[in-house]
């Protein structure tokens, strides 16, 4: 399956935002059966960054600013783990420039903790958001721990633009369409 995120500068201060959302939608497909075969203490902590995995107002929102940080990564890595037993397993990150400190130590423990795993995260980001940033030490701590390949995508010019669009849509595009294009994406694949 294919579970995505797309992060923006406005999700960039909520708490684990990327993790939320694919989890969110996994139990919006698939109903709370999802997460029941989860040990109840990972359970309890997935429910304090995704309410409505309890349901109730119980002590979970008594007690939402003590996060057990183990207990949700693990959480998290049990739930991708379960969803990738059903079938090979697709995250896709967007924009992961914008993600927050809390959700970045997370992908790099589920990173690290699922490498046999058949799961499969792809980050999308731009290269000149990270410079000098904690999201740039920690892919070249990535880097030395052997857990990603890197691939970069050039900017691409109106020409290469024109030929994406003249595949696309089987006739030459306007100049004025690719040249809005380019304007507007800025070359960014």
């Not at 996994?26 to 997460?35: A, H, L, R």
């Not at 690290?112 to 980001?125: D, E, G, H, M, V």
Request: glycine content about 6%; aromatic content about 12%.
């Amino acid at each position: 399956g294919i579970l995505e995120s797309s992060l923006a500068a406005t999700t960039s201060s909520i708490p684990y935002y990327p993790f939320r959302e694919i989890i969110r939608t996994v139990i919006n497909k698939e109903g709370k059966g999802s997460i029941k075969e989860i040990t109840m203490a990972y359970q309890i902590e997935l429910a304090k960054i995704i309410p409505e995995i309890s349901g109730k107002s119980n002590d979970v929102e008594k007690n939402i600013f003590m996060l057990d940080k183990f207990r949700l990564f693990e959480g998290v890595r049990r739930f991708l783990a379960l969803q990738a037993s059903k079938s090979p397993l697709f995250v896709c990150l967007d924009n992961i420039h914008w993600i927050d400190k809390g959700s970045l130590e997370l992908l790099h423990y589920l990173i690290r903790a699922l490498r046999k795993s058949p799961i499969f995260f792809f980050l999308i980001y731009r290269v000149e958001e990270i410079k000098d940033s904690f999201f740039q030490s920690v892919l070249q701590l990535m880097g030395r721990e052997g857990l990603y390949e890197k691939i970069n995508l050039e900017t691409l010019e109106t020409a290469d633009i024109a030929q994406m669009l003249s595949l696309i849509i089987d006739a030459s595009p306007p100049f004025e369409l690719t040249g809005y294009i380019f304007k507007e994406t800025g070359g960014n694949p």
